[in-house]
């Protein structure tokens, strides 16, 4: 119990110490402190101890960064800029290529169900001969899939390698295109040099 | 201060070349703390790089009414204690790795006054290596940057008791260690 008293005590003392260190002690507090240092040769000690480290690092000056450091920061705030542009680039790319991609699936689809139903083929094609709503649209489908069926025949007759060459050349340019935006690596600058 | 404000603005409307004034202006401070805490230049400099990176990442935040140096010096302090603590440890002193090139003395020393600096230097970097992050950035902010303790507390995020409690273990840790050394 003593020896806590006492331990208790010594940490006051000692906070009393790391105080007047930064010159907040009162009056009463800086007499209490000096009072109890003529008594007590541990405090002392460390009281002593407390004031060389103070010193120590009182007397340490500011360290500055190596030259160059202000270009260096600069440098790497444009690259992340263009890091950030070029990610929100290539979002929006993406983003449009899945809509484009999308819509164009949904086209095909359209146009394949619609020529099975022509052929009498697929789930519409039993429809039409009913006379609901559906059945009036499955026949739609069916004369749809019947004149895209005709369209599409004498195009590819017509233009066939045309077109596949078109398609080719798409496909292969917006491969590039996610490629060139996802892929590249930054070229390689001299980062942090010392001068 | 009008100056600082204009570069501010400036760098809030996207004026990379404002922030870079901001960066030249405040330099030194950020990397001191950097330093300090860190205890390996290459590593205080790229602490010192993330600090006005984030800086220039979150400048909206900024709130005018506070010094815009002890913004940075916030961001810096919680940039490197987290770097302590995730690495699990003190950092081991380099003490054979290079010094940084600029130190902010008034004098050019004697060859005798540069080796008694370079031994201070080293006592400094052990008395800081061991002390826990957050005694370590409360010292440097009173020592180098001459901080109130309610400066310190509102850097740190936290209460003038603390802070002062923190000061006094801190002083008391490096005291024995100065002495065992």
Redesign the interface.
């Known amino acids: 119990m003593e020896e806590m008293i006492e331990r208790k005590h010594d940490e006051e003392m000692?906070?009393l110490?790391?105080?007047a260190?930064?010159e907040?002690l009162g009056d009463e507090e800086r007499q209490r402190l000096e009072q109890h240092l003529h008594a007590c040769p541990a405090c002392r000690a460390?009281w002593q101890?407390?004031q060389?480290?103070?010193a120590?690092?009182?007397?340490?000056?500011?360290?500055?960064?190596?030259?160059g450091?202000?270009v260096?920061?600069?440098r790497?705030?444009?690259e992340?800029?263009r890091k950030r542009r070029q990610t929100f680039g290539g979002l929006a790319v993406l983003t449009s290529s899945l809509s484009l991609a999308g819509l164009t699936v949904a086209v095909l689809c359209l146009v394949v169900v619609a020529i099975l139903t022509w052929q009498g083929i697929g789930p519409l094609s039993s429809l039409q001969e009913e006379t609901s709503a559906v059945s009036q649209v499955a026949t739609g489908m069916g004369l749809m899939g019947k004149g895209a069926s005709l369209f599409l025949g004498d195009m590819l007759l017509r233009y066939g390698s045309l077109l596949i060459f078109a398609l080719g050349f798409g496909i292969v340019l917006l491969g590039g295109l996610w490629a060139w935006l996802f892929l590249r690596r930054p070229r390689n600058h001299q980062h942090?040099g010392?001068v | 201060m009008d100056q600082e404000r204009a570069w501010i603005e400036q760098a809030l409307q996207g004026d990379?070349?404002a922030?870079?004034q901001l960066?030249?202006a405040y330099?030194?401070?950020v990397?001191?703390l950097t330093?300090?805490m860190l205890g390996d230049?290459?590593e205080?400099?790229?602490a010192?790089?993330e600090t006005?990176?984030r800086a220039?990442a979150k400048l909206a935040t900024y709130q005018p009414g506070r010094k815009f140096v002890n913004w940075l010096l916030s961001i810096a302090s919680h940039h490197c204690i987290d770097r302590l603590r995730r690495k699990g440890r003190a950092p081991q002193l380099s003490l054979d790795g290079?010094l940084?090139?600029?130190?902010?003395?008034s004098d050019t020393p004697r060859p005798d006054q540069l080796v008694t600096r370079k031994q201070?230097?080293e006592?400094?970097r052990q008395?800081l290596d061991v002390l826990p992050a957050d005694y370590r950035a409360a010292?440097v902010l009173?020592?180098?940057h001459g901080m109130s303790?309610r400066e310190i507390a509102a850097t740190m995020d936290t209460t003038e008791s603390a802070i002062?409690s923190r000061?006094?273990r801190a002083?008391?840790m490096?005291?024995?260690e100065?002495?065992a050394a």
């Open positions: 000692t906070m110490m790391s105080l260190l930064d907040m460390e101890a407390m060389a480290v103070s120590l690092l009182a007397d340490s000056p500011m360290a500055g960064p190596p030259l450091f202000a260096r920061v600069e790497k705030l444009v992340k800029d942090n010392y | 990379r070349k922030f870079g960066v030249r330099e030194r401070p990397y001191n330093y300090r230049s290459a205080a400099e790229d010192a790089q006005f990176l220039y290079p940084p090139p600029q130190w902010l003395t201070e230097r006592r400094v008395v010292v009173r020592y180098w303790y002062k000061l006094h002083r008391r490096m005291a024995q100065l002495e």
